[in-house]
C-alpha cells in the first residue's frame, strides 16, 4: 500500500485546490505611500473578509481599509476542508468543556450566526458552491459508539435535527468497512468552496468601498498621539482603529505566538470520480464527514466529485507557516495510505492536489481576543478548525470590541478570557512532535501514548486516547 500511495502523488500539485483556479482574482495593488483610515483590518482571510463586509453594512461612510502579506485567502481561508458548522467554539464537546454554563447562548447564537451567514451569501449572489446536505460523524470501531452517543445527548438537548444511525444505517450513507455508526446533523450546516468565497466577500466588500492593498504586510505598529500607526515596507498607516484577523500568522506580535501555535493540517485532494466510483462509494447525500479516530480525519466531496480526505497534523519549529517539506509528497502518504483504508473502492485513485495548512491551536481551540495600543488594536483569532463560519461570528464581536458597543456578547466568557500560555521552544516543538507521533500511532498501539495524551489533554488540550 505504501508503494501505491507514492506512486498515487507522482503528479500532485503541492497547492491547495481551491486556490488552483483560473477564477482566481488579480492580485491587489501594493500600497506605496502613507495613509489614514478610520479601521485598518490587517489580514485578508476570512475573519478580516467578514469585519470588512460588516463594518461597512454596520455603517456605510466608515473608511475601512485592508491590508495583507500576500493575496485574499492565501492563508488558512484557502486551505480547510470547509465543512460548515453551526458552532463557534470548535464543535459540540468543545463548546461544553470550555462553557458548559454558557451552552444555551453559545448554540443560539450559533444558529443565529449560520443564517446570517446564509444569508449574506444569498444577498449578493455569492458563487461559492454551497451544498446544505448536513454533517456527518462516524464511529471507527466500536469504540466509538461511545463517542457519537455522548455527542447526540448534547446535539438533541441543545435543539438540532441531529440522527443517530447504526451500523447498517450508516453503511448506506457512505461504504466504509470501518463505520460501525454515525450521528448526522441535518440542518444549518454542509460544504462550500472556501477560496470563492472568500473571493466573493472580498468583491462585496470592495462594492461596499473598502479599500484593499495586498502583498503588504504589517512591519510593526506604535500609538502616536490618539492613532495606531502601522508601518509596512513602502508605507505608513495611521487608523482610528486596528483589527488584527491574522488567525495562526503571529510573527509580529510575540504577545499572541505565546497562546498560539501554528499547526499544519495536511489534505489530499483525489481526481474526479467515475460514476461507477461514485455509485459503489454510496455518498448520495454528500454530508461533510469526521470520524472518531484519536488523529481525527475528516473527508467530503467537491462539485466536480472528488474526495477531499484530510487530518494529519504536524508542527515545524518556531510556527513556521510555510515549511518547505510539506510541498513533496513525503508527510502526504500516510494520509493517502488511511484513505485507501478508510474507502477501500478508490484504493490507487490518483491524487490532484496535496497541501496542509496553519490552524492557530491554542488551549481553547476557538476564538479569543487580545489587546493593544490600550485597545485600539486588537487581535481576533485562534481557531483550530471551524472557522469558515465561526469567523463571521468573531469578526461582528471584534467590531462591537473596538468600537466599545454594549452588545450582550461581550459578556460571555470567551470575549473576556484568553487561552492558556503555551511553552516557548524548543519545548514546544518537543512536545508537539511527541504529541503528534502519539497521535498517529495511539489508535493501533496504545501503551505509553494514552497517558502522554491524557497529559496533554489535562494541560488544556482536547485530545482523547
Known sequence: MQDQAKLALTNSKFTPFWLDNPDCP????????????????????????????????????REVTVIEANTAAIGASGRPGAILSTSLMHGMENSNRLFADEMPELERLGKENMDQFRQTIEKYNID????????????VGKHGIADINGEHE???????????????????????????????????????????????????????????YENTPMLNSSTVGNKVVVKTPNGDISANKVILATNAFTKHKKKISRRVAAIRDRIVMTEPLSSEQLTALGWKNRQGIYDTRTQLNYMRLTKDNRVLFGGRLGYFFDNNTDP????????????????YKTLPGLKGI???????????????????????????????GGYSGFGVTASRFAARVALAIVDNADIPERQLEF??????????????????????YALDTCDAK?????????????????LKP
Open 415 to 436: 470575549a473576556k478570557t484568553v487561552p492558556a500560555w503555551i511553552p516557548p521552544e524548543p519545548f514546544r516543538w518537543i512536545g508537539a512532535k511527541i504529541t503528534m
Open 154 to 212: 448534547l446535539y438533541v438537548k441543545f435543539g438540532h435535527d441531529a440522527h443517530l444511525l447504526n451500523k447498517d444505517e450508516i453503511r448506506k450513507e457512505i461504504n466504509s468497512p470501518l463505520f460501525e455508526g454515525g450521528l448526522w446533523s441535518k440542518q444549518r450546516s454542509g460544504t462550500i468552496h472556501p477560496a470563492k468565497l472568500a473571493w466573493g466577500l472580498k468583491k462585496v466588500a470592495k462594492s461596499l468601498g473598502v479599500t484593499f
Open 350 to 380: 490518483n491524487i490532484s492536489h496535496a497541501w496542509s495548512g496553519p490552524i492557530a491551536l491554542t488551549t481553547r481551540m476557538a476564538v479569543h481576543y487580545q489587546y493593544f495600543h490600550a485597545g485600539k488594536m486588537i487581535y481576533a
Open 128 to 139: 461559492c458552491d454551497l451544498e446544505w446536505t448536513g454533517e456527518l460523524t462516524v464511529a
Open 26 to 61: 488579480p492580485a491587489e495593488d501594493k500600497l506605496v505611500t502613507n495613509i489614514s483610515t478610520d479601521l485598518l483590518i490587517v489580514g485578508s482571510g476570512f475573519t478580516g473578509l467578514w469585519t470588512a463586509v460588516q463594518a461597512k453594512e454596520q455603517n456605510p461612510d
Open 446 to 462: 496504545g501503551g505509553w501514548r494514552i497517558p502522554w495524551l491524557n497529559l496533554v489533554d489535562k494541560m488544556g488540550f482536547p
Open 324 to 339: 518547505e517539506h510539506d510541498k513533496t509528497a513525503a508527510p502526504y502518504i500516510e494520509l493517502v495510505n488511511t484513505l
